[in-house]
């Protein structure tokens, strides 16, 4: 299975936290699943961090390339159709971070690992 990590699931799996659900926490931990994040979860715990609205991401925030290369995850980039799809899509979604991110996970037939309800009127395979 193909999984796009939300960006607090994200951070709570990089944080330990509890509040990763534990069939999220299972997925991740499979080995034959690839796991991938957005260049958007890493621009949203930047700037959130940067802002204060993350103060507890700080040794995330410091150096999000490596710790996805320490969990072997691997970099989803945005591409101008990722923009323009999340852009295009209806509803009254205003987070451009999640935008990018259903756009991603529909364009690639990915599962999105967010405990976001929301998602799935786009259509998104969701996994919490």
Do not use: C
């Amino acid at each position: 299975m193909r999984l796009l990590l939300d960006t607090h699931a994200f951070f709570w799996w990089f944080s330990g936290s509890r509040r990763l659900s534990p069939s999220a926490r299972q997925a991740i931990e499979e080995e034959g699943n690839d796991v991938l994040i957005s260049a958007a979860s890493a621009w949203e715990i930047a700037t959130k961090h940067r802002i204060g609205k993350l103060s507890e991401a700080g040794p995330l925030a410091k150096d999000i390339a490596g710790a996805m290369s320490s969990q072997g995850f691997q970099e989803l980039p945005i591409s101008v159709s990722d923009a323009s799809r999340a852009g295009s899509l209806p509803g009254p979604l205003l987070d451009p971070f999640d935008r990018v991110l259903i756009a991603q996970a529909l364009a690639r037939d990915l599962v999105l690992v967010s405990n976001e309800t929301i998602f799935e009127n786009y259509g998104v395979r969701r996994l919490w």
